[in-house]
């Protein structure tokens, strides 16, 4: 596993106004490079602008599978958070969990609207469970790039896909962003996945002119730039090949 020091500016230390805050712990990341689910982590911490140590796991070579990872994460999946040091670790995986987490721990700059605010919260809780329930289970990315299936037989998937999309261009409305003018969580789980979308053929300003507008703002947003993940992530699709089963 590889490692990359990220030195951030700690999000719990305010030197001006010299109240006592807590002091963020130390927070490893484990992560893939090109991995949509392991870049919502990083978008969160990048967001808060918090320190964490990045490590690389090399799923093609198989390092996920050996009993070291095995050790630190008992799914083995990207990404896995471990938050602190020693005993009093806590390790997390399921990206949207580590969101949420993130969000709690540290929250400064907020990524959910406030309770006193309940349509807003109500709308980005609802989007992330739909993100969930709904559209992730739809993707088809693994399935045309490393199974190289075709629409033909991809069929009912692709179907399902292209009615589910004009949805979440209707939620983002005017956005720009899925709840208004906010940044939330909810952009951190659904932008990376619909860049899956578009590497795989998907016209957003053709189809779902709203999803165009709201791709291009998470696009030039600092976090995303800073993470480097869009290169990443269109490097490696480009180098598969991949059908253009949503082309059209
Ligand atoms: N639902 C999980 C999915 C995590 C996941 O599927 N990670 C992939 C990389 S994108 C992985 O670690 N694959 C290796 C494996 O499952 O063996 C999340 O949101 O974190």
């Not at 400064?108 to 289970?137: G, H, I, N, T, Y």
């Not at 189809?207 to 993470?227: D, E």
């Amino acid at each position: 596993m590889s490692q990359t020091e990220l030195t951030l500016i700690p999000c719990t230390s305010d030197a001006n106004s010299g109240s006592v805050v807590p002091v963020t712990p130390k927070i490893t990341l484990y992560t893939a490079a090109p991995s949509q689910n392991a870049v919502r982590p990083e978008l969160a911490l990048l967001e808060k602008g918090i320190s964490f140590d990045k490590i690389q796991v090399d799923l093609f070579g198989g390092e996920h599978k050996q009993p070291a990872y095995g050790e630190i994460t008992p799914r083995r999946q990207v990404p896995t958070l471990v938050y602190g040091e020693g005993d009093e670790a806590i390790t997390l995986y399921e990206s949207v969990a580590i969101i949420q987490f993130i969000d709690d721990m540290c929250p400064e700059p907020p990524l959910m609207p406030p309770v006193s605010e309940p349509a807003k919260r109500a709308k980005a809780l609802m989007r992330l469970a739909e993100f969930q329930q709904k559209l992730d289970p739809k993707n088809i990315f693994g399935s045309v790039v490393f199974r190289k299936q075709t629409r033909e037989q991809l069929g009912e998937r692709v179907d399902a896909l292209l009615e589910e999309l004009p949805r979440w261009d209707a939620y983002v409305g005017n956005g720009p962003f899925l709840c208004g003018e906010q940044f939330t969580l909810a952009d951190i789980a659904v932008f990376p996945l619909l860049m899956h979308f578009e590497a795989i053929g998907y016209d957003y300003s053709k189809h779902t002119p709203s999803l165009f507008a709201y791709m291009n703002q998470c696009k030039m947003r600092p976090s995303v730039v800073q993470s480097g993940w869009i290169e990443n992530f269109l490097a490696f699709a480009r180098e598969r090949e991949p059908g253009q089963v949503l082309a059209g």
